[in-house]
């Protein structure tokens, strides 16, 4: 005689599977709520008063925003607005400054570092290069402006080898490669331990194969360490290219986007446009057209690395 399976068993656990799942639904509830309030919500205002012409001296009302609305023509006033268009010129000089020369200065001390033999050494240079990140970046700023001063500390070392330095902060010519200096040294912190972490999951035994075939030094990176940690320098290169397109707080304390405004970059003429121009409406489509932009380069960054970025790890 054949006893039939109860179905308790199955109940039960549809029970549990079911108080499990809304046991996860309450812990994710107050992320959820502080994501709508804090992030999905600003998003959408600022969506809709990059629509007005709103200047930030009223109080924000859907009274005023139906008064106040002008559609699509702050948008148009930016395709013509003569002061956008250097404002890019100026963060686009910027990142090919920085971006490049940061990725390689990285990858650089980074290849170093995993170089050397002494563990405490590796240690000790992996959190020097770091400490900069850790600090105050308005604090790094100052610091940078009194070294970049024509008396600074980098014009003195250049005069060591008979180099006259220019006035880096107050040239309209060498501001931007001066930021771009600092954002170096700023930035290659996080590349530095990015790109650490990659050289050291590159397996030893593709080097001894490559040695067999009478590939050492600088032919094995080429071959080897290049392809094998071309995902992390893709990471890095997405993460410079953002960052460097939104700098902001480098440039507004150590120049203020002069001298004139030939350190102005998009992100700090947005700051303006709102804070001292009092046109919130006219920066909130600024900062929309920057985003369109970031979202963008992205994609196209992401549609790209495919011709040249190796996943095969195996």
Request: aromatic letters at 12%.
């Amino acid at each position: 005689m054949l006893i039939q399976p109860t179905r308790k068993p199955k109940e039960k656990l549809s029970n549990l599977r079911q108080q499990e799942a809304l046991l996860a639904y309450l812990l994710i509830l107050p992320s959820t709520i502080g994501i709508l309030v804090f992030a999905v919500f600003p998003i959408l205002a600022s969506m809709g008063i990059s629509m007005t012409s709103w200047g930030g001296l009223t109080q924000p009302s859907l009274e005023n925003f139906r008064s106040q609305f002008n559609g699509i023509e702050n948008y148009q006033t930016a395709l013509s607005d003569d002061r956008v268009v250097r404002s890019i010129q100026h963060t686009l000089t910027y990142v090919l400054l920085s971006v490049p020369i940061g990725i390689a200065v990285s990858l650089a001390i980074a290849t170093l570092i995993h170089n050397l033999k002494a563990g405490w050494l590796r240690t000790f240079f992996r959190t020097t290069y770091y400490l900069p990140m850790v600090t105050i970046g308005v604090a790094v700023a100052l610091l940078w402006q009194l070294l970049l001063n024509p008396q600074g500390l980098i014009n003195l070392m250049l005069s060591w080898f008979g180099i006259k330095g220019p006035a880096w902060l107050a040239s309209p010519e060498w501001v931007l490669p001066a930021i771009a200096l600092f954002s170096v040294w700023q930035g290659s912190g996080t590349s530095v331990i990015l790109f650490l972490t990659a050289l050291s999951n590159v397996r030893k035994e593709l080097y001894e194969a490559a040695q067999l075939d009478g590939a050492t030094g600088w032919n094995a990176f080429l071959k080897i360490t290049l392809p094998m940690i071309s995902p992390t320098i893709f990471l890095v290169m997405v993460l410079s290219l953002i960052s460097s397109i939104q700098v902001f707080d480098a440039v507004l304390v150590m120049t203020n986007g002069g001298p004139g405004d030939s350190s102005t970059t998009i992100a700090v003429y947005i700051y303006k446009t709102a804070f001292q121009y009092f046109k919130y409406g006219y920066s909130a489509a600024l900062a929309w057209i920057l985003a369109i932009f970031l979202i963008v380069l992205t994609l196209i960054q992401w549609r790209v690395q495919r011709q040249w970025v190796n996943y095969d790890q195996q």
